[in-house]
């Protein structure tokens, strides 16, 4: 069950991002994960609730987004999805995909604050990396 | 009035980071780290005992980390192969985390070490998301367990490197079909490798090792469909 430290790991980089935003609250978290993550996300629901107790973050509503599983063949430009369990085999030819589109993601991709006074800047400003 | 900023931040971030500096440093000082993943009992401190052995006999310098939730009994076992080990209780978690590894090597690891093989968690699900600074994933199945399982375990067996199948001596009795088996693995992750290995008939014995050495040695080592992302 490694959902505990990747709520942990979310609620870090998002206490992070507020921090040195100076924003005292957040609205939502919305996250992409990718079918092929290995990510139930029940658990990691589950999970978050528990870690951003204490912090910025808590009562911050946690929004999953599912990204389906693709892969692409050059050959016979044909993009086809994997399902589950994936097969990463061409439907068309039979050989071995040239890689993943979609389906490995596990990324924050939004957060909503809900301190207005933190929201003075502009929206989709690089954030520095920190540890 | 609340407003949302783009963080596309990997959530992982932070272990794929401390993963890199480990790979870079251990490979600046010629060790390259083999990451062993299969399920709890399919006989990782069995075929690592055996492949480190083989390394002590080769005058090849190994050395073994070896993760479990509780006792050191694993420890105790590799020891016996005369190589340096070192037991990591993790507590309860079920995975190791790049910088738990990389604590772990502070102060112990020999200078000279060439091969360091990690013995993860037993557990098919959770440590296929970690990056351990690894050069080569290696997974294991014993024919105990199914054909299906890269199936069922579609991140790990796709995300291998390498893929021994273990306690072959025991394939008949367990009804092992080995090519719904391939087929499988072949599924979730074309090309990659699969080699027999039976700790007790000796089947295998020195590929682990010899796949270690020609990664170390800088040959090309197999890149999962899975890995290759937005292709």
């Known amino acids: ?131 | 009035m609340c407003r949302a900023v783009d963080l596309q931040r990997a959530v992982l971030a932070k272990n794929e980071a401390a993963a890199q500096i480990l790979r870079t440093e251990l490979t600046a000082r010629g060790t390259t780290v083999v990451n062993l993943l299969s399920s709890p009992g399919s006989g990782k401190t069995a075929l690592l005992e055996r492949e480190l052995r083989l390394a002590a006999e080769r005058g090849v310098s190994a050395a073994a980390l070896t993760a479990d939730l509780a006792t050191e009994n694993d420890a105790r076992r590799l020891a016996r192969s005369g190589v340096p080990v070192k037991q990591v209780l993790t507590d309860g978690l079920c995975h190791l985390e790049a910088d738990m590894v990389a604590r772990h090597l502070h102060d112990w690891l020999p200078e000279s070490t060439r091969l360091l093989f990690v013995e993860n968690v037993g557990n098919l699900v959770c440590p296929a998301g970690y990056d351990l600074g690894e050069s080569l994933r290696v997974v294991l199945a014993s024919v105990t367990e199914g054909e299906d399982k890269p199936l069922k375990y579609p991140s790990a067996f796709g995300l291998a490197q390498l893929v021994i199948v273990t306690k072959t001596d025991m394939a008949e009795a367990a009804e092992f079909d080995e090519t719904a088996f391939r087929t499988h693995v072949e599924q979730v992750n074309p090309g990659v490798e699969v080699v027999l290995s039976s700790v007790r008939d000796g089947r295998g014995a020195g590929t682990l090792l010899d796949r270690a050495l020609a990664t170390a040695e800088g040959n090309r080592v197999h890149t999962p469909v899975m890995a290759r992302a937005g292709a």
């Open chain 1, 1 to 131: 069950m490694h959902e505990m430290s990747l709520a942990v790991a979310v609620v870090d980089q998002v206490e992070t991002a507020a921090r040195s935003r100076g924003a005292i609250g957040v609205s939502s978290i919305e996250l992409e994960v990718g079918e092929l993550a290995g990510v139930v996300a029940d658990a990691l629901a589950f999970c978050f609730e528990l870690a951003c107790a204490g912090t910025v973050v808590e009562g911050a509503e946690l929004i999953t987004r599912t990204v389906p599983g693709t892969a692409r063949c050059t050959p016979c430009a044909e993009v086809w999805p994997v399902g589950m369990p994936p097969c990463l085999l061409c439907p068309g030819c039979g050989a071995a995909a040239d890689g993943l589109v979609s389906g490995r993601e596990l990324q924050i991709r939004e957060v909503r604050w809900a301190d207005p006074e933190a929201s003075r800047e502009e929206a989709h400003q690089p954030i520095t990396e920190e540890s």
